[in-house]
């Protein structure tokens, strides 16, 4: 069993920064994909970013390509999304996911096995 608790965060006006982390506890030896989406009230479940394997490509959706960066840290089990220039449209739940629970896209959230709790990301305009 893998456990996923993330943190960082926050209340943000527009064009600031925040960076999300994501620790993993538990069996993490080489899981992956690993990913980060987001939730925000009265929408579905999107796809932020993801990283598909060690050392392999990441993927974003195009919203956010060129503001946001994922990467993951094995020494210490860590995922991070670090987020600039953020805008008022990113507010949302981000949730950080780990693993895969069939063999489908790593844009779809079925796709991933284990889950973080959430961390509120608010941007002010």
């Known amino acids: 069993q893998v456990q996923l608790v993330e943190s960082g965060g926050g209340l943000v006006q527009a064009g600031g920064s925040l960076r999300l982390s994501c620790v993993a506890s538990g069996r993490t030896s080489s899981i992956y994909p690993t990913g980060w989406f987001r939730q925000a009230p009265g929408k579905e479940r999107e796809f932020v970013a993801a990283?598909?394997?060690?050392?392999?490509?990441?993927y974003y959706t195009d919203v956010v390509k060129g503001r946001f960066t994922t990467s993951r840290n094995n020494a210490n089990n860590t995922m991070s999304l670090q987020m600039n220039s953020l805008k008022p449209e990113d507010t949302a739940v981000y949730f950080c996911?780990?693993?895969?629970?069939?063999?489908?896209?790593?844009?779809?959230?079925?796709?991933?096995?284990?889950w973080g709790q959430g961390t509120q990301v608010t941007v002010s305009s």
């Open positions: 996911a780990a693993g895969r629970s069939n063999g489908g896209s790593y844009s779809q959230p079925s796709t991933y096995r284990y």
């Open positions: 990283i598909m394997w060690s050392g392999g490509s990441t």
